[in-house]
């Protein structure tokens, strides 16, 4: 399935301070995670993506010659925080869409988290979608429309996204999902090599081939297709305009 009328805002501009080094391109399953995140969004259905570059932005040149459905966009402003690379991002999605997901590179997520949350946010003709674990907020996190003029009013002082759901509150769909996934954040070098090197559930012994013991080998992913439960609640109406 396409979703002609969504797109994604994936945004990778900051100075990966914690990490030490530039997290777009760190090693995630054989492949940088820039480009795992791509196709993580390519494959979900999307093919209106906003990538956010800036810190060591000429690294990132490639992408726009190797993935023809993405915009790659440079945002001056990188080091004022992350709310001015959701705004750069928009700026080329909110004529042709009508709804924009947002992800942050260091968010790997699995295909069934993103199309999940996808459907039950148009289904629900929701203001705001997010997945939730364990009574925690994750990501992605969908946004209609009728906020893109929120949106673009977000700053690192009003607290980022966090200006338009708490505006929003009583109106955002919280979809519960029973994967922890949904939290998950590459913030340190400590974190990432945690989750790299022990990424899926343990195995039995005898269906993994010895080539396959090495914890820094790059296996495609195989996990197991987490179970959705009901939404927490249903959306309330929207507020009249």
Known sequence: ??????????????????????????????????????????????????????YEQDRFQYIKDKYSLVTLIENKDYKSGRASSIKTGLSVLHSSTDNVL??????PRTRYIVQTVIE??????SL????VHHDKGGHPIIFNKATYNDINDIDEESNGLRY????YNEYINKI???????LLDLNTKTFYLIHHLA??????????????????SCQPSRLARPHARASRRHPRPRPPP
């Open 120 to 125: 039950r946010h148009i289904s629900s003709n």
């Open 199 to 216: 990424p899926h559930p343990p195995r039995p012994p005898a269906s993994r081939p010895a080539s396959a013991q090495s914890p820094l």
């Open 164 to 167: 338009v759901t708490k505006k």
């Open 176 to 182: 519960d999902l029973d994967d922890e996934k949904v």
């Open 1 to 54: 399935m396409v979703y002609q009328n969504v797109g994604a805002i994936l945004t990778c501009a900051g100075l990966s301070t914690r990490m030490n080094e530039n997290k777009a391109f760190i090693n995630w399953n054989g492949l940088p995670l820039i480009e795992q995140q791509i196709n993580l969004l390519i494959n979900s259905g999307l093919n209106q993506i906003a990538v956010v570059v800036g």
């Open 102 to 107: 947002v992800l942050g590179v260091d968010q």
């Open 128 to 131: 705001i979608s997010y997945p």
